[in-house]
């Protein structure tokens, strides 16, 4: 399974960008999916994820201005942005954490996908 994130650019502070994260096939037993990002010379850090139950997580900085929602059907997630700032610079990474059947016995194993990465660029 792979994992392709688009929707990343250039915007000015105050503007609005939209990811979207698309798995290459269905994906039945999602335990949660989630977007990430990394900053230059920083670690990476996570931006919102959203379990199987639909539950959400937000990091303190993008609170009220980031939307994190997902589509079960298409296996994909978005990250809606709004009120960007310039602190929001950085390199996007969609993730999803998975659950499959390993074999016959009907034994499950954990397993997760991270995408390339889409850059997004806020200026002042």
């Known amino acids: 399974v792979q994992v392709v994130e688009s929707g990343g650019g250039l915007v000015q502070s105050g503007g609005s960008l939209r990811l979207s994260c698309v798995a290459s096939?269905?994906?039945?037993?999602?335990?949660?999916m989630g977007w990430y990002r990394q900053a230059l010379g920083k670690q990476r850090e996570l931006v919102a994820s959203?379990?199987?139950?639909?539950?959400?997580t937000y990091a303190e900085p993008v609170k009220g201005r980031f939307t994190i929602s997902r589509d079960n059907a298409r296996t994909s997630v978005d990250l809606q942005m709004n009120s960007l700032k310039t602190e929001d610079t950085g390199v996007y990474y969609c993730?999803?954490?998975?659950?499959?059947?390993?074999?016959?016995?009907?034994?499950?194993?954990?397993?997760?996908?991270w995408g390339q990465g889409t850059l997004v660029t806020v200026s002042p």
């Open positions: 993730h999803v954490d998975f659950t499959v059947v390993v074999n016959v016995e009907g034994a499950t194993g954990r397993r997760e996908v």
């Open positions: 959203i379990t199987g139950a639909y539950t959400t």
């Open positions: 096939k269905r994906i039945d037993r999602i335990n949660s």
